[in-house]
């Protein structure tokens, strides 16, 4: 079963080249459906599904620190008027999409991926975003499409240093800039590893901390930055408890190409080649 980073696949196909070399107004889409056509001919999964970032800044991370994703640049008009054909475009291609309210696309690839593995099913979670490398465990993998690699515990902490499980906990020192996660400031990557060594979670640094503060004079600054750390850690762990309705593994079958629909919103396009 093959769940698919919806918005990261449109994402990419709006800003690279292929937009900016096709000015026909949905060329995003355009772009989203080739891609996707690839990747479902390479795998020949059985089960699919993508996932959709809802619209709007309502969700608990939202919520709970306003200042989440503050940085980002706004989203063209351009691209949020092809967001609804996009929808479409993938359910034609014979993909189950999954959109709930006041939800991230991550949040949602994490509920599918978890509930696959609860029922036996091998997933593989398709996605270049780093935070979904935290999903990886026996029965799921990642595959990132932009460097052709799938991603296994041992790939992870090639990449990263820690084991997937760690990743949040990572995330709750270094923070994360592309998403205004704040982190503990000026603790880096290579204190981050050496405080998680052994595979410690975030609460167990601080409950060593909190045994012999004077024993390492980071640990003062730990703890003084303490609820930052725990927050940034809450804002970067993928919830796998989103409400998706009431669906089967049988829903997920992969369905037949709907090449009407796709021929009337991308008429004379090629989105078949």
Same mark, same amino acid.
């Given at each position: 079963?093959?769940?698919?980073?919806?918005?990261?696949?449109?994402h990419?196909?709006?800003?690279?080249?292929?937009?900016?070399?096709?000015?026909?107004p949905?060329?995003?889409?355009?772009?989203?459906?080739?891609?996707?056509?690839?990747?479902?001919?390479?795998?020949q999964?059985?089960?699919?599904?993508?996932?959709?970032?809802?619209?709007?800044?309502n969700? !608990?991370?939202?919520q709970?620190?306003?200042?989440?994703?503050?940085?980002?640049?706004?989203?063209?008009?351009?691209?949020?008027?092809?967001?609804?054909?996009?929808?479409?475009?993938?359910?034609?291609?014979?993909?189950?999409?999954?959109?709930?309210?006041?939800?991230?696309?991550d949040?949602?690839?994490a509920?599918?991926? !978890?509930?696959?593995?609860?029922?036996g099913?091998?997933?593989?979670?398709?996605?270049?975003?780093?935070?979904?490398?935290?999903?990886?465990?026996?029965?799921?993998?990642? !595959?990132?499409?932009?460097?052709?690699?799938? !991603?296994?515990?041992?790939?992870?902490?090639?990449k990263?240093?820690?084991?997937?499980?760690?990743?949040?906990?990572?995330?709750?020192?270094?923070?994360d800039?592309?998403?205004?996660i704040?982190?503990?400031k000026?603790?880096g990557?290579?204190?981050?590893?050496?405080?998680?060594?052994?595979g410690?979670?975030?609460?167990?640094?601080?409950?060593?901390?909190?045994?012999?503060?004077?024993a390492?004079?980071?640990?003062?600054?730990?703890?003084?930055?303490?609820?930052?750390?725990?927050?940034?850690?809450?804002?970067?762990?993928?919830?796998?408890?989103?409400?998706?309705?009431?669906?089967?593994?049988?829903?997920?079958r992969?369905?037949?190409?709907?090449?009407?629909v796709?021929?009337?919103?991308?008429?004379?396009?090629?989105?078949?080649?």
């Open positions: 079963m093959l769940l698919i980073d919806g918005t990261a696949f449109i990419r196909a709006y800003h690279g080249l292929f937009y900016k070399e096709n000015p026909m949905l060329s995003a889409v355009l772009g989203t459906v080739r891609m996707l056509r690839k990747l479902l001919e390479t795998y999964p059985t089960h699919a599904a993508i996932a959709l970032d809802s619209a709007g800044s969700t !608990f991370r939202h709970c620190y306003p200042a989440y994703k503050q940085k980002k640049k706004q989203t063209p008009e351009d691209f949020k008027t092809q967001l609804p054909y996009a929808a479409l475009a993938v359910q034609a291609l014979g993909l189950r999409l999954f959109n709930p309210s006041n939800w991230e696309a949040d949602v690839l509920s599918l991926a !978890f509930w696959g593995q609860s029922i099913q091998p997933v593989t979670v398709v996605s270049s975003d780093k935070d979904l490398l935290q999903l990886v465990c026996p029965g799921i993998k990642v !595959f990132d499409p932009r460097v052709d690699k799938f !991603f296994d515990d041992q790939a992870v902490q090639q990263l240093g820690v084991l997937p499980r760690q990743i949040p906990d990572y995330l709750g020192l270094v923070g800039s592309s998403d205004n704040p982190g503990v000026r603790v990557p290579k204190t981050a590893l050496k405080l998680l060594a052994g410690l979670t975030l609460e167990q640094v601080f409950a060593k901390a909190e045994q012999s503060p004077d390492n004079p980071l640990y003062v600054k730990l703890l003084a930055h303490k609820s930052e750390a725990l927050l940034s850690k809450y804002l970067a762990t993928l919830r796998v408890d989103v409400d998706l309705g009431t669906f089967t593994i049988d829903d997920l992969l369905q037949e190409v709907r090449s009407d796709l021929n009337n919103m991308l008429p004379n396009s090629g989105w078949d080649r």
